[in-house]
């Protein structure tokens, strides 16, 4: 490419800044009125929005529909003078996150995304050691399917009839397979069914498995949790205990494509993980995410949407005879009393993206929480898949 003219470092700044507010914080009244997402799950680049580049109303992967808010981005613009160097600074990140959980410096562990987080922790004790990991199933797949990559096996505990996690049950998983557990993964609020696991449970978790045994507890939606009965597990990890807890920037700072997340932890259980880290973290997304922290309005601002949004549209599904599961989290699921890969099918031909299947709960539909305006497509689109149909069929008989 023929660049014509000088760049200097403030029209380039000026220009990611410029870009960045692409996605702008708006206010409640002006919401996004939809967000060009990728292609639905197994369909190719540009099919189903033809010539015409249809926005998709994207609720599939629990994002934040509102994007980072004008400080986060302004933070990001001005990491920029720090990107032709090593060993750049973070804005305060890691002093924030230390004061934030009341922990030291080496009880804390950056990745790119809680994803990574998730990986290295199955890397150091399920991989390393020959192990197997204990679950419930469905739950986040990340440390499942990795084990799965090496042909190891998992021991995946069902979900209660209420479609709770079955604490007693992975307990009993754990002291049956003592020498071949390597690790516990416990997700909460569960994705995809975005229940908790209260604060009692998770104590009787760690009361009644072996205590060298590694718990990773996932609280990527820890921020939209409401329930009193729900508590971080970090002061476990101030107690000595052998818990990771992975948090994420992905959901409630809106940093998904940033790629930020973090864990908690005892140093040995992290030096164990740090073992296989090969990157880092740019110094744009860890000055967003320092921004991220002190910006506590922005995040009860997008707390507050997502629970009266998921409330009101929960509510009406449910005055239409479909049950929704009680959520704690920026998504839901509902159930469609079918079988859901139709329906996500259904919902493409719309051009609304919902979440996947989740074995053996194929009859359940996760939906993710978007903006007012994506709301109303999704129960608009939902009327005409489901209650329109129901009513035109029952007139033709």
Not at 30 to 38: D, E, F, M, V
Not at 62 to 77: D, F, H, L, T
Not at 206 to 230: C, K, R, S, T
Not at 324 to 332: E, K, R, V
Request: proline residues 6%; positive net charge.
């Amino acid at each position: 490419m023929d660049f014509k003219g000088a760049v200097s470092r403030r029209t380039f700044v000026g220009g990611l800044a410029a870009a960045l507010s692409y996605v702008s914080w708006q206010s409640e009244n002006s919401l996004a009125q939809g967000r060009r997402g990728g292609p639905p799950q197994g369909q190719a680049p540009g099919a189903g929005r033809g010539a015409s580049n249809v926005p998709v109303t994207k609720l599939s992967n629990n994002e934040n529909p509102y994007g980072p808010s004008e400080a986060v981005k302004k933070a990001m613009a001005d990491a920029f003078k720090y990107a032709h160097l090593y060993g750049t600074p973070d804005n305060g990140l890691m002093e924030a996150l230390v004061k934030l959980h009341g922990v030291q410096r080496e009880n804390m562990l950056l990745g790119c995304g809680s994803g990574e987080i998730l990986q290295l922790a199955g890397t150091a004790f399920v991989i390393g050691n020959q192990k197997k990991v204990v679950g419930v199933e469905p739950t986040y797949n990340d440390v499942f399917s990795q084990a799965t990559s090496i042909k190891a096996e998992s021991y995946r505990v069902p979900l209660l009839r209420d479609y709770r996690q079955d604490i007693p049950a992975m307990i009993k998983a754990v002291k049956n397979n003592y020498r071949d557990v390597g690790m516990v993964y416990l997700c909460n609020p569960n994705n995809p069914t975005g229940l908790i696991v209260t604060k009692q449970e998770v104590r009787q978790l760690l009361d009644g498995v072996p205590e060298d045994i590694p718990v990773l507890i996932d609280e990527a939606y820890h921020h939209f949790v409401e329930d009193p009965n729900y508590e971080t597990a970090i002061p476990y990890v101030l107690e000595g205990r052998p818990v990771i807890v992975a948090r994420t920037f992905s959901k409630i700072a809106g940093l998904a494509a940033m790629r930020l997340g973090y864990g908690v932890a005892r140093p040995d259980l992290l030096a164990r993980m740090r073992t296989y880290q090969t990157g880092s973290q740019s110094v744009a997304v860890r000055f967003g995410a320092a921004a991220a922290l002190a910006d506590t309005a922005s995040q009860e601002r997008v707390k507050r949407l997502n629970t009266e949004l998921r409330t009101k549209v929960t509510t009406e599904l449910k005055s239409l005879g479909y049950d929704c599961i009680p959520s704690d989290a920026n998504f839901f699921m509902v159930h469609v009393k079918r079988e859901v890969q139709g329906v996500i099918q259904d919902f493409r031909q719309k051009n609304i993206s919902v979440g996947r299947p989740f074995p053996p709960m194929t009859q359940h539909l996760r939906v993710s929480i978007g903006t007012p305006e994506e709301m109303d497509k999704f129960m608009v689109a939902f009327k005409e898949i489901f209650v329109n149909k129901t009513s035109a069929a029952g007139g033709a008989a």
